[in-house]
């Protein structure tokens, strides 16, 4: 049981760019997760997604920063006319369907984005 | 809103030592507790978590924390670690109440390094 797939796990952009990062849930969760970690800094909430639905964007910058999850394929956290300010690890993250209490996260290994 | 400080950003330790994490929070509500621990190269792995009733709470790969309400402490222990305990470790807390338990607000980590 694959565990929840990020792609690519580094990408190097210079300014103004765009970088599109990838994130396949596990097998069955339907409730998808970014968190950024700035160097130096614990990991912060980005957004919520559900297929073709943003449910909390709360934690996104409001410029430049978007994110979906489209009914079919992987989510996509796309950044674009990148800054240096922009460098940092992207974790995604997943969940089954949720329930009653605790909402328990399993994350990706992390795309390391380094904007030059 | 919440906050979690991990007062050691290193913890070197030798084979078969004990050793402990520690981690504070704060919040205005209720929380659930968690820490995370990232191998290298890996995505980060649920340790253990602590939701309600025993304050006691035993992980995987021998850990185990203890939530202490009134010191607002979820401190991470292990009676005798292993080289292939190096690792950095991540506290983090997410609201019991609200709706919003997917927000987890985590810690800044910290790196474990078991020498021989």
């Known amino acids: 049981n694959a565990g929840v797939m990020q792609n690519p796990r580094h990408l190097v952009r210079r300014r103004g760019q765009e970088a599109r990062l990838r994130c396949s849930p596990m097998?069955?969760?339907?409730?998808v997760y970014w968190y950024r970690q700035l160097p130096e800094e614990g990991l912060k909430f980005m957004v919520y997604?559900?297929?073709?639905?943003?449910?909390?964007e709360s934690g996104m910058p409001k410029e430049r920063f978007s994110a979906e999850f489209p009914k079919e394929g992987p989510s996509i956290l796309r950044i674009q006319q990148v800054v240096r300010g922009d460098s940092a690890a992207y974790f995604c993250?997943?969940?089954?369907?949720?329930?009653?209490?605790?909402?328990?996260?399993?994350f990706g290994a992390g795309s390391r984005l380094t904007v030059l | 809103a919440q906050s979690v400080t991990q007062l050691d950003s290193q913890v070197p330790v030798f084979e078969e030592a004990p050793v402990e994490l520690r981690c504070n929070y704060s919040?205005?509500?209720?929380?659930?507790l968690f820490w995370y621990v990232q191998y290298p190269n890996q995505g980060l792995q649920l340790l253990l978590k602590?939701?309600?009733?025993?304050?006691l709470v035993k992980g995987i790969n021998g850990f185990e924390a203890e939530f202490n309400k009134s010191q607002t402490s979820f401190h991470l222990r292990k009676p005798s670690v292993h080289i292939s305990d190096t690792a950095e470790y991540f506290c983090?807390?997410?609201?019991?109440?609200?709706?919003?338990?997917?927000?987890?607000?985590f810690g800044k980590g910290t790196l474990l390094t078991v020498n021989p």
């Open positions: 993250a997943s969940s089954p369907l949720l329930g009653a209490g605790a909402n328990v996260l399993t």
């Open positions: 097998k069955g969760h339907s409730h």
């Open positions: 997604l559900q297929k073709e639905n943003i449910i909390d």
């Open positions: 919040s205005s509500v209720s929380v659930y």
């Open positions: 602590y939701l309600s009733g025993s304050t």
């Open positions: 983090a807390v997410s609201p019991a109440t609200g709706g919003s338990n997917y927000k987890l607000t």
